[in-house]
């Protein structure tokens, strides 16, 4: 609130329902600003906050308590519940909202919104606009002004509270633990599902929501894919599994890469591809420090590779002519990095007053090089052809060294053909 203008109004609505097939839905999850609001999880709800009612500042509009539909689709929290649990200071059913909606736009100078967001939420707010502008003989003042919450609620988001913290903490560790998992239990002849299959099921024992986003498994040329989610191919022997997971924990995630041998040892050129992509990552790491931007940590983790590349003569010509050409780009097209938090590809601008923003204490952000080579390029020497490697780990930023968040996740290749196989 300190950040909304002086008599202005925000109004939140939180994600609808999802159809997964004709009368079945996706399970619920809110809308992450909305949760980020209200701590609220419930579908049909909208959130008011208003500097201009400094008595009743916070309130929740909420579907009633119904019995009969809560014996079918769960409890509900209800207008009592809304107030005593989630504080709101004022609560009402959702059906009232649209009646009630123009009284909290009356003699307001601003109203913040995320227009677009929600095509229905923007249809109801444009016409209360209009039912107070039409108020005007009456001395009712209408909003002078609209403003997309998202500039402030994404700030907000960007810079994690240590609350915050504590909550990604357990979400890596979560998901460090599940891909150890799939490490011990990879053996060739195994589907891809079942990778996944053990993963999920790690993330809901161990108190998560779920995956954060579809878990991929990705073996041989699949790793190739970037977001392969099929996870349906058996694992052939000497093929590498590049597993790319993260868990949702209350509503905050991790984003984790790993990549090792199903057969329990790097073939020589998975081995020498594997060594570039580490240490693509490990110079990348160096660079999430205060002062530095997420442009130069990309920056280097694509000097790294690209070197790497030259140095295997996979790509010809000097580090420089490479790089100023993106022949790289061939191998490697993704960017390094981006912010983790409610949302995987978390908010919150890259840039800056027009130029790359610096990173600060409280940012978390992945890094994630990868090289990836296509079994159909007759370029590459044979060997090479089908080889995908992607590594990742999540790191916050700190007035100090960085916090990977994710670094007892194994990630050295002696480490990894130790575990791989070992029950």
Not at 21 to 27: C, E, Q
């Amino acid at each position: 609130m300190e950040m909304m203008q002086p008599d202005s109004v925000a109004i939140i609505a939180t994600a609808p329902t999802a159809v997964y097939s004709r009368d079945t839905d996706y399970r619920y999850r809110p809308d992450s600003d909305f949760y980020y609001l209200t701590g609220f999880r419930e579908p049909e709800s909208v959130a008011i906050i208003s500097t201009a009612r400094p008595d009743t500042p916070f309130t929740l509009f909420v579907r009633p308590r119904d019995p009969e539909k809560e014996t079918w689709t769960g409890r509900r929290s209800g207008v009592e519940g809304a107030k005593e649990i989630y504080k709101a200071d004022e609560t009402y059913v959702i059906g009232e909202f649209e009646e009630k909606l123009a009284g909290y736009l009356e003699n307001v100078n601003a109203i913040y919104h995320f227009p677009g967001k929600y095509k229905k939420m923007d249809m109801r707010l444009f016409k209360a606009w209009q039912e107070v502008r039409m108020k005007w003989r009456q001395g009712i003042d209408v909003p002078a002004e609209l403003f997309d919450l998202g500039h402030l609620m994404y700030e907000m988001r960007l810079i994690k509270t240590p609350e915050d913290m504590e909550i990604i903490r357990t979400a890596c560790d979560i998901t460090c633990d599940a891909q150890e998992l799939a490490m011990r239990s990879v053996r060739p002849g195994m589907d891809e599902r079942e990778l996944e299959a053990l993963i999920d099921h790690y993330f809901r024992a161990s108190g998560a929501f779920g995956p954060g986003f579809p878990t991929i498994v990705a073996s041989g040329v699949n790793a190739c894919i970037l977001h392969y989610i099929v996870n349906e191919d058996a694992i052939g022997e000497n093929e590498l599994v590049l597993v790319d997971a993260g868990c949702e924990y209350q509503m905050f995630n991790a984003d984790i890469t790993r990549t090792f041998p199903a057969s329990g040892r790097f073939t020589p050129e998975q081995r020498a591809v594997y060594d570039v992509v580490l240490k693509a990552l490990n110079e990348g790491t160096e660079l999430c420090v205060t002062g530095k931007t997420p442009n130069d940590m990309h920056d280097g983790v694509v000097r790294v590779i690209t070197q790497g590349l030259i140095d295997l003569k996979l790509l010809e010509g000097s580090l420089e002519a490479a790089i100023e050409n993106e022949t790289y780009k061939k191998y490697y097209m993704h960017r390094s990095g981006h912010w983790l938090g409610v949302d995987v590809h978390d908010v919150g601008s890259m840039r800056k007053d027009k130029t790359w923003r610096k990173f600060e204490p409280g940012m978390v952000t992945t890094v994630e090089p990868g090289i990836y080579l296509p079994p159909d390029d007759e370029n590459l020497p044979e060997a090479f052809r089908g080889i995908g490697i992607r590594i990742e780990d999540n790191v916050h930023i700190t007035a100090g060294a960085p916090e990977i968040l994710t670094d007892r996740c194994p990630k050295i290749p002696e480490r990894l053909e130790e575990m791989i196989g070992g029950g």
